[in-house]
Nanobody, 133 residues
Framework: QVQLVESGGGSVQAGGSLRLSCVTSGYTSSSDCMGWFRQAPGKEREGVAGLATARLSPFYGDSFYADSVKGRFAISQDNAKNTVYLQMNSLKPEDTAMYYC?????????????????????WGQGTQVTVSS
C-alpha cells in the first residue's frame, strides 16, 4: 500500500523559509511524478511544484514550478530516504495554505507541470503552512 506522509509545515513571518518533507512508502509504479499541491481556504487545490521521478525516463530529475513560486521554491528528492522535499524561501502571506504531497502521472505536453487533481494517484494527508505579514 502506497503512503505519502508530509511534515515540516508551520508558522513563519513573511520572508522566512520552511522545508516540507514527504516520505513515501510502497511502490508508485503508476506515477512518474512527485510533487506538491496547496489549498488555501475557499480556493481550489493548485499545483506548485513537480519532479520527474521515473528513472528510465529522459526527463528524470526535471523539475516544474507554478509561476507564483518560481525562483522561491525548490523541489528535490533523496532516493535513499524515499523522501521528496519542498524548500520554500521568501515566503509570502499568499503562500498560506495546506500543502499536500502527491504522486501523479506524467504529461507528454507538460511533463510534471500540469497538476491536474484527476491525474493524482496518491495524496498525502497535508501539512499546514501559515505565513504572517
Amino acid at each position: 500500500q502506497v503512503q505519502l506522509v508530509e511534515s515540516g509545515g508551520g508558522s513563519v513571518q513573511a520572508g522566512g523559509s520552511l522545508r516540507l518533507s514527504c516520505v513515501t512508502s510502497g511502490y508508485t509504479s503508476s506515477s512518474d511524478c512527485m510533487g506538491w499541491f496547496r489549498q488555501a481556504p475557499g480556493k481550489e487545490r493548485e499545483g506548485v511544484a513537480g519532479l520527474a521521478t521515473a528513472r528510465l525516463s529522459p526527463f528524470y530529475g526535471d523539475s516544474f514550478y507554478a509561476d507564483s513560486v518560481k525562483g522561491r521554491f525548490a523541489i528535490s528528492q533523496d532516493n535513499a530516504k524515499n523522501t521528496v522535499y519542498l524548500q520554500m524561501n521568501s515566503l509570502k502571506p499568499e503562500d498560506t495554505a495546506m500543502y499536500y504531497c502527491a504522486s501523479f502521472s506524467f504529461s507528454r505536453q507538460y511533463g510534471c507541470g500540469r497538476w491536474r487533481t484527476d491525474d493524482v494517484n496518491y495524496w498525502g494527508q497535508g501539512t499546514q503552512v501559515t505565513v504572517s505579514s
